[in-house]
């Protein structure tokens, strides 16, 4: 016998085999279109642009699962044994259909291998969804959930498979074919059954059963988590597709707020959980999980804007019962730190979604916080978030002789913009006070706006009300080109992460204003430079052991992540520690997204009490950080947590100054 | 369905800022001071939107001032009032409330409405009487001080605030006239985006020429009041202020309440 | 002779507090300038009333119908009409309370009477009328001098006149016919009602330690409660703090919640608008805390402390502890 493989080998009634087959074709086409035309309902939309980067990005991703081995090689490798059995499985039925219908290639030596990869390929599987439940109903892994559908959809996808290994036993056991050994796995099935005849006709049965299986699954695919093999990639390729501006013009009506990419990221995650793990709110104990919110979304999506039976479908009884809970109560506690969408192996951005209904929240006006409402009033009447009077902006200045823009002369050289919180907040205000101090011993020629310092809006940004920051960013453009300001540099990595990122984005959609006309920098890259240039020597020694604490907005925002560092280091006497998370993996202080001015969110310990926590933990006498929203929330951590006698958080600036062997009172 | 008539007023807004009087001490110096809607105000306008909402119906805002009141007309189209009215203030500087209420009536006179509101006073001023003198001159039933309304499309029981935390409930028909107090409900945001798109919404515009109002009914010469003089209040304070630094201070403040307090 | 009527206002078959300010002011001026002081009482069944009225003014109107049982704006002003009418006084003189400025607009419109509200003081020069009152929330005050005219009508901050004062009048009692009450508007008194509170009734506590709208955010009461929790006193608040939720309306001191005497009261960021002022001005021992030094409520607290009530509690906690 040549070896080969007969697709309908006594197989009868084939044509009802194919209107199974059609049928199926049909639900699944037809789930699918009508998930990805739910999509193309999303508001605001995207620069579709194709990058080669980008590409081989996304397919290091897919085909490699790059990120799923993230902090979980286990996860990584059962999931690449799942996801090759699987293709490889699909390749090979296509093969199959080519040699059947077109051109019949697998014979002799091409069949066994054929047939010697398929086993191959069906054990990956196997053993892949295996391991998967294992370790989610076995080992229990916390973020992993335990619902009937976990359960459902692997056992579902490993029915089909074993079944195709009984198939092939009984097929094997009826055709007795000599080639066997190159299906090993087969030939041992095979013994299951005793006789030619017993084989035969279970053989029909399992066919019959495994062809049910499949097409089942084939049909199923577009409503149950499967659906993530077309969701997740796309989010993925999204995810890298530069954000388009939200034009004032664009109505946030119902249904709209989400954009195409946020609709594309509820669809593409797979409950996962490694967002909630990470996620600073969620690991403090407050009510607030990012999985718990996408899946409220989708949710939401799904019954009011899908029809009855998709929202059945998709998932209408996932979410816990919120009995009529509005939406918009779960959406404040983010601090908009990014872990959540560093950590996401589909590239989910749960912040994105967030925005999007924060947007849609501050539009509708009648959920809004009221201490949110309130900072939001302040900023547009008195521009900054912290409602004190504009006059008074420039006051942490007294004594230092700042230059500032008069009328008289044109500015000249750096514009150090040293952001509200920095001005208004008593013990920020030290960040202004020192790096000041830094700049006049360095020489650097160097000016500040004064007091009509305006607020750069990111504040605005992050909660949601893109008109205000599209205000702000207005007159902050207005001002830089009406003083010919383009060389900027901040304390606050939210106004540099603003000025880099956030304005460019709006600036460049309007022709009139000229994109990207000036140049920020951060203060830590600035004092590097100067370190570098031996503008800044260190005369005092500092025997300490620092730990330094990245700023969201700085490091995994930006990726700087290096020059506060090294300064650090430069210092002499210094012994430079680093916490259980640093780097990107840093953990929020809690200031971020407009939880600074918030209501507190009771929790037990707060997020950054976590972080204090870490500090002491790797034996830190001194925090240092380099945001002002990251001083005052540490800061205040310390003495919620009675460590006022062991640890001590100082900007930066602070450190140097006092490493430079000058005191800023 | 219920038609409302709001009337919302532009003040100063003076928490925390320092005020400087002019030179013949008859009015404020505005120019450092940030405008914006009257608490009062605000409380009855998002009121009458709740009210609308609700019960369908329009929303009309009144207001009565400068200019610059537009922007206390633009949030009210923002909230969803359909339509908006400024009346100017020229000719009416120097009016008493009597001289302000003729004025907001020659306007809601001609119109037909169910409900008219207004905030209890003004936090400049203080007089508390325009609304109610709108219902005298309307000749319509009124109920001041209100804290909570239920609409029952021809009539409202409403919740009067009163002294020590007692409250009284009235019934009252309608059309008729309510003054909102503070706390009755909690104003919703206005966004920026929601302003600007009102940007193209006309807002009518009318004066007391228009209306045909006589110097003798507004104005300086229609107040009863001839002139005002307007001081700072000394700076003095009689309380014995506790000197020192923060823990020396806070140790007497505490020995003070052991002392007088009889706690243990 | 010309007179000063003034509105006795009662509550559940007593007079109220204000009605005795209203007819100290009344007695001085009257004194002042050769005029009689009439007190006019408009009710339902005045029983003991007039007597009690008797000592404080040389006149008692009353006028008693079914209709003015229960205040409401409608009867009342028509009543309140046809006694002015009738008596033609030269001032008439209402209490700024809820019900006083319920009244005073509209009686004043219909009369054609010259009104001012609110005032804290009241100077009679001959037949020019002046009134001292606050603007801007009390940081500025204003003298107002009204045009020349044949009546007035003002109203009286609570608190601003001194209480019981002259006594030793013996009035005439007069009985005023009730007018007719057709063309009333329709506005029904339904009843009186007190909200539930099923939380701590601060009005009995020995020491009260207060919150105002400079406690910034709700987060930060927590630090209150603890110092509250060390003294082993009780936790209230002023109308913003109310308004916004922050702390249950039973917690409010002031006109429209509290009135409140304990032996030591604590006021943590509150300016003292005469509204909270009136709720616990008759505390034993007032201290206050606030950053602005201008505060009025330094001029009647008994001990101030300027600074920062975020710093400052935090401290007096700290120190209580180590006692």
Same mark, same amino acid.
């Given at each position: 016998m040549i070896p080969q493989r007969e697709l309908f080998w006594n197989i009868q009634g084939v044509w009802i085999f194919y209107l199974l087959v059609s049928v199926s074709i049909l639900i699944f086409a037809a789930g699918m279109l009508a998930r990805v035309l739910s999509w193309a309902r999303g508001g605001r939309g995207l620069k579709y642009s194709f990058s080669l980067n980008c590409l081989s990005d996304l397919l290091l991703d897919v085909f490699l699962g790059r990120r799923i081995f993230r902090n979980d090689p286990g996860a990584g490798t059962s999931?690449?044994?799942?996801?090759?059995?699987?293709?490889?499985?699909?390749?090979?039925?296509?093969?199959?259909?080519?040699?059947?219908?077109?051109?019949? +290639?697998?014979?002799?030596?091409?069949?066994?291998?054929? =047939?010697?990869?398929?086993?191959?390929?069906?054990?990956?599987?196997?053993?892949?969804?295996?391991?998967?439940?294992?370790?989610?109903?076995?080992?229990?892994?916390?973020?992993?959930?335990?619902?009937?559908?976990?359960?459902?959809?692997?056992?579902?996808?490993?029915?089909?498979?074993?079944?195709?290994?009984?198939?092939?036993?009984?097929?094997?056991?009826?055709?007795?074919?000599?080639?066997?050994?190159?299906?090993?796995?087969?030939?041992?099935?095979?013994?299951?059954?005793?006789?030619?005849?017993?084989?035969?006709?279970?053989?029909?049965?399992?066919?019959?059963?495994?062809?049910?299986?499949?097409?089942?699954?084939?049909?199923?695919?577009?409503?149950?988590?499967?659906?993530?093999?077309?969701?997740?990639?796309?989010?993925?390729?999204?995810?890298?597709?530069?954000?388009?501006?939200?034009?004032?013009?664009?109505?946030?009506?119902?249904?709209?707020?989400? =954009?195409?990419?946020?609709?594309?990221?509820?669809?593409?995650?797979?409950? +996962?959980?490694?967002?909630?793990?990470? *996620?600073?709110?969620?690991?403090?104990?407050?009510?607030?999980?990012?999985?718990?919110?996408?899946?409220?979304?989708?949710?939401?999506?799904?019954?009011?804007?899908?029809?009855?039976?998709?929202?059945?479908?998709?998932?209408?009884? %996932?979410?816990?019962?919120?009995?009529?809970?509005?939406?918009?109560?779960? &959406?404040?506690?983010?601090?908009?730190?990014?872990?959540?969408?560093?950590?996401?192996?589909?590239?989910?951005?749960?912040?994105?979604?967030?925005? +999007?209904?924060?947007?849609?929240?501050?539009?509708?006006?009648?959920?809004?916080?009221?201490?949110?409402?309130?900072?939001?009033?302040?900023?547009?009447?008195?521009?900054?978030?912290?409602?004190?009077?504009?006059?008074?902006?420039?006051?942490?200045?007294?004594?230092? =002789?700042?230059?500032?823009?008069?009328?008289?002369?044109?500015?000249?050289?750096? *514009?150090?913009?040293?952001? *509200?919180?920095?001005?208004?907040?008593?013990?920020?205000?030290? &960040?202004?006070?020192?790096?000041?101090?830094?700049?006049?011993?360095?020489?650097?020629?160097?000016?500040?706006?004064?007091? %009509?310092?305006?607020? +750069?809006?990111?504040?605005?940004?992050?909660?949601?009300?893109?008109?205000?920051?599209?205000?702000?960013?207005?007159?902050?453009?207005?001002?830089?080109?009406?003083?010919?300001?383009?060389?900027?540099?901040?304390?606050?990595?939210?106004?540099?992460?603003?000025?880099?990122?956030?304005?460019?984005?709006?600036?460049?959609?309007?022709?009139?204003?000229?994109?990207?006309?000036?140049?920020?920098?951060?203060?830590?890259?600035?004092?590097?430079?100067?370190?570098?240039?031996?503008?800044?020597?260190?005369?005092?020694?500092?025997?300490?052991?620092?730990?330094?604490?990245?700023?969201?907005?700085?490091?995994?925002?930006?990726?700087?992540f290096d020059a506060p560092r090294e300064i650090i280091s430069a210092i002499p006497g210094v012994e430079m520690v680093e916490m259980e998370h640093y780097g990107a993996d840093s953990l929020c202080c809690g200031g971020g997204g407009g939880r600074m001015w918030q209501e507190d969110m009771t929790c037990k310990v707060t997020i950054s009490e976590r972080r204090i926590a870490e500090a002491d933990a790797a034996g830190a006498q001194m925090v240092i950080t380099a945001c002002p929203l990251c001083l005052i929330t540490l800061e205040d951590a310390v003495k919620t947590a009675g460590l006022e006698q062991t640890l001590r958080v100082l900007d930066l600036n602070e450190l140097i100054l006092l490493a430079m062997g000058k005191r800023e009172k | 369905m219920t038609d409302t008539i709001v009337c919302i007023k532009q003040v100063a807004e003076v928490e925390d800022a320092d005020i400087v009087l002019n030179d013949d001490k008859t009015g404020v110096l505005k120019d450092d001071l940030v405008m914006g809607i009257n608490e009062w105000d605000s409380y009855a306008l998002e009121e009458a939107i709740r009210i609308k909402e609700s019960s369908g119906g329009k929303v009309v805002a009144l207001s009565l001032g400068d200019e610059d009141c537009q922007d206390i007309l633009r949030r009210a189209l923002a909230m969803g009032a359909d339509e908006v009215v400024h009346i100017d203030k020229n000719g009416f500087e120097g009016s008493d409330a009597v001289g302000v209420a003729r004025g907001l009536a020659s306007v809601i006179g001609k119109r037909h409405f169910d409900l008219l509101l207004t905030g209890v006073q003004g936090s400049d001023d203080g007089w508390g009487q325009v609304g109610i003198i709108l219902a005298e001159i309307l000749d319509l039933p009124f109920a001041s001080l209100v804290v909570r309304l239920e609409n029952h499309e021809d009539h409202l029981t409403v919740y009067r605030e009163l002294e020590s935390n007692t409250q009284q409930i009235v019934e009252l028909p309608l059309p008729g006239v309510v003054t909102i107090q503070t706390g009755i409900n909690i104003p919703r945001y206005v966004s920026i985006m929601g302003i600007r798109r009102t940007r193209n919404l006309p807002i009518a515009g009318t004066g007391a020429g228009q209306l045909g109002l006589m110097n003798s009914e507004i104005g300086t010469e229609g107040s009863c009041v001839e002139s005002r003089q307007l001081f700072i209040p000394s700076d003095e304070a009689n309380a014995e202020m506790l000197e020192g630094t923060l823990s020396e201070v806070c140790e007497k403040a505490l020995s003070i309440i052991r002392e007088k307090g009889g706690t243990d | 002779m010309k007179d000063i009527l003034v509105l006795a206002e009662h509550m559940r078959g007593g007079l109220r507090e204000i009605t005795y300010e209203l007819l100290d002011a009344a007695n001085q001026l009257a004194g002042e300038n050769g005029l009689l002081s009439t007190a006019l009482l408009l009710c339902g069944n005045a029983q003991g009333m007039p007597d009690d009225l008797g000592p404080f003014c040389d006149k008692v109107l009353v006028m008693e119908h079914p209709e003015l049982e229960n205040y409401n704006a409608d009867p009342y002003c028509k009543a309140l009409e046809r006694v002015i009418s009738l008596k033609r006084p030269f001032l008439t003189l209402i209490g700024h309370t809820a019900n006083g400025m319920d009244l005073i607009p509209s009686i004043s419109y219909r009369l054609g009477i010259p009104a001012v509200t609110d005032c804290l003081e009241i100077v009679l020069k001959g037949d020019r009328l002046e009134c001292m009152r606050q603007i801007y929330g009390g940081k500025i005050f204003e003298r107002i001098r009204l045009k020349n005219s044949d009546q007035y009508m003002l109203s009286l901050r609570p608190g601003a006149s001194a209480g019981r004062g002259l006594a030793g009048k013996e009035a005439e009692l007069e009985h005023v016919p009730p007018p007719d009450w057709g063309g009333l508007r329709g506005r029904r008194f339904i009843s009186l009602y007190e909200p539930e509170i099923d939380d701590v009734d601060i009005s009995t506590a020995d020491v009260l330690v207060s919150v105002g709208r400079g406690i910034g955010k709700p987060e930060n009461i927590g630090v209150v409660k603890d110092l509250v929790e060390a003294l082993g006193a009780v936790l209230s608040c002023s109308r913003p703090v109310a308004d916004k939720g922050w702390l249950p309306k039973s917690r409010q001191v002031g006109t429209s919640g509290k009135t409140v005497k304990p032996k030591v009261y604590v006021a943590l960021g509150i300016s003292g608008a005469y509204q909270h002022q009136e709720g616990m001005k008759n505390a034993g021992t007032i201290i206050a805390v606030n950053k602005d030094p201008r505060a009025p409520i330094f001029k009647f607290a008994h001990y101030g402390i300027v600074a920062d009530i975020m710093k400052a509690v935090p401290l007096l906690k700290e120190l209580l502890d180590k006692n």
């Open positions: 999931h690449l044994l799942v996801l090759w059995g699987f293709l490889g499985l699909f390749a090979g039925t296509s093969m199959l259909m080519v040699d059947h219908y077109l051109y019949h +290639c697998l014979t002799g030596l091409s069949y066994l291998l054929f =047939s010697f990869l398929m086993e191959l390929f069906g054990l990956m599987l196997i053993s892949g969804l295996c391991w998967g439940l294992v370790r989610r109903f076995i080992f229990k892994i916390g973020r992993l959930e335990k619902r009937w559908a976990d359960l459902v959809v692997p056992l579902w996808l490993l029915v089909a498979a074993l079944s195709g290994f009984l198939l092939e036993g009984s097929r094997m056991a009826a055709q007795e074919p000599a080639w066997g050994g190159w299906s090993s796995a087969g030939l041992l099935t095979s013994y299951l059954w005793g006789g030619h005849d017993a084989a035969l006709s279970s053989y029909r049965i399992i066919w019959w059963a495994h062809a049910l299986v499949s097409l089942g699954l084939i049909a199923a695919l577009p409503f149950t988590k499967l659906f993530h093999m077309l969701a997740s990639p796309t989010a993925l390729y999204m995810s890298a597709l530069p954000e388009e501006a939200f034009l004032p013009e664009q109505t946030v009506k119902a249904g709209q707020a989400l =954009s195409k990419r946020a609709l594309v990221f509820l669809d593409a995650c797979t409950r +996962c959980g490694r967002c909630t793990e990470v *996620c600073p709110s969620a690991a403090s104990g407050e009510d607030f999980s990012p999985r718990r919110f996408l899946l409220s979304a989708r949710k939401r999506e799904a019954v009011n804007y899908g029809t009855l039976p998709a929202a059945f479908l998709f998932g209408k009884r %996932d979410v816990p019962a919120e009995s009529g809970e509005s939406i918009y109560n779960r &959406i404040w506690n983010c601090t908009t730190c990014g872990a959540c969408a560093d950590a996401c192996p589909a590239g989910i951005s749960t912040i994105e979604v967030i925005n +999007c209904i924060r947007s849609e929240a501050i539009e509708d006006g009648t959920d809004v916080p009221q201490l949110l409402a309130k900072t939001l009033e302040s900023l547009t009447k008195h521009d900054n978030p912290w409602g004190a009077h504009r006059k008074k902006r420039f006051e942490w200045s007294q004594g230092l =002789s700042v230059p500032s823009i008069s009328g008289a002369n044109p500015p000249d050289g750096l *514009c150090y913009f040293a952001g *509200c919180t920095t001005s208004f907040d008593t013990r920020a205000q030290m &960040i202004a006070r020192s790096f000041v101090s830094i700049l006049d011993q360095a020489g650097v020629n160097f000016f500040c706006i004064g007091k %009509d310092e305006p607020c +750069c809006g990111d504040i605005a940004r992050r909660v949601g009300e893109e008109g205000l920051f599209q205000f702000q960013m207005e007159n902050c453009v207005e001002l830089f080109e009406r003083w010919d300001i383009r060389d900027l540099v901040t304390s606050s990595p939210h106004c540099f992460n603003s000025f880099k990122n956030d304005y460019p984005l709006y600036m460049s959609r309007d022709d009139s204003q000229k994109a990207g006309s000036f140049r920020v920098r951060h203060y830590t890259q600035l004092l590097k430079e100067l370190l570098e240039q031996g503008k800044i020597r260190f005369e005092r020694s500092i025997p300490s052991r620092v730990t330094f604490h990245d700023p969201c907005y700085l490091g995994r925002y930006n990726n700087l | - | -």
